[in-house]
């Protein structure tokens, strides 16, 4: 495959404003990847895509701009399930980060045991037909019960209309599931309606964690995180700010950077941050969604 990157991708925004929302002392980005740098981590030979470079040192310089304190760096599908420039970057992170790999169904427990001490907590199956050739049904539960004695959880990425398959699949899994960017949600429909409404029971039977991540991917009529925009994503709110009254103490957020297959525009993740404040609108709330819960999830031994 050429090496060359994919026509029409857009890199992530080089200059972020300051945002007006001043996050919560020790907030985390619980969804954030890291890509190559490719010289160094190539990437896998059956990608879908070839992004534009995104290493850990810009990584953790957005961290620092947007005042946050921590990441949860999620395997990017266009590393396949080589997860080097995951755990590199766990390890130059000072314990700052955790990680969400991608591996085989034929992983050794030595190689599991590895990627826990570097500091992975979880593993991804992506059901998203157009990033992957085929679903991962076959290994989706014998992945769970490897990682179940490590404490480690599945975080499952899919698209609304996939949601009758993955009920499926998710049933009696041994353990924690978080669900990526809202289980991808049509928000041209009513966020009090049956599809979100089916999403939000097979969340709460399952006690699964819900990421209110992604508004920029999610959105149809915007407006975008954009020249000054504070008031971004306006049609995303209401599907959000429903999962976060929901599951108060389940939900998760954030960046996304660097904002893989977007092609309509590339956010401003200042203005993103402000989105924050729209969905979770109380002090409360905010401090579950940035503090308290992502690190009940991925930090538990320095809860007291």
Not at 203 to 221: G, Y
């Amino acid at each position: 495959m050429s090496t060359e990157v994919t026509p029409g991708w857009l890199p992530w925004h080089p200059e972020p404003s300051a945002p007006a929302f001043i996050p919560p002392a020790g907030s985390v980005d619980a969804h954030c990847h890291v890509f190559g740098p490719a010289a160094r981590f190539p990437f896998a030979a059956e990608r879908k895509y070839t992004p534009v470079d995104a290493g850990q040192e810009q990584l953790f310089a957005l961290r620092d701009h947007l005042g946050l304190a921590r990441n949860v760096i999620v395997q990017a599908t266009c590393h396949g399930t080589d997860n080097s420039a995951l755990v590199d970057a766990l390890r130059a992170s000072g314990g700052r980060a955790r990680g969400v790999s991608a591996v085989d169904g034929d992983i050794t427990r030595a190689e599991l045991d590895r990627l826990h001490e570097a500091g992975v907590r979880g593993v991804r199956f992506n059901f998203v037909k157009r990033l992957v050739d085929t679903a991962p049904t076959r290994t989706l539960r014998a992945i769970a019960e490897k990682i179940a004695p490590l404490g480690w959880h599945v975080v499952l990425y899919f698209e609304a209309r996939d949601l009758p398959d993955v009920e499926e699949l998710a049933a009696g899994l041994p353990v924690p599931i978080v669900i990526d960017h809202l289980g991808r949600p049509d928000v041209e429909q009513d966020p009090d309606g049956p599809e979100f409404s089916r999403f939000l029971d097979f969340a709460d039977r399952h006690r699964a964690w819900v990421k209110v991540s992604c508004p920029e991917r999610l959105s149809r009529t915007g407006p975008p995180a954009l020249d000054g925009e504070r008031n971004a994503y306006a049609d995303v709110v209401p599907f959000a700010r429903r999962a976060v009254e929901a599951f108060p103490d389940r939900v998760l957020w954030g960046t996304d950077w660097p904002h893989p297959n977007l092609t309509d525009h590339m956010p401003d993740d200042g203005l993103l941050l402000d989105h924050v404040p729209h969905i979770a609108v109380t002090p409360q709330q905010r401090q579950a969604l940035l503090v308290d819960n992502p690190m009940r999830l991925y930090w538990p031994d320095e809860q007291a």
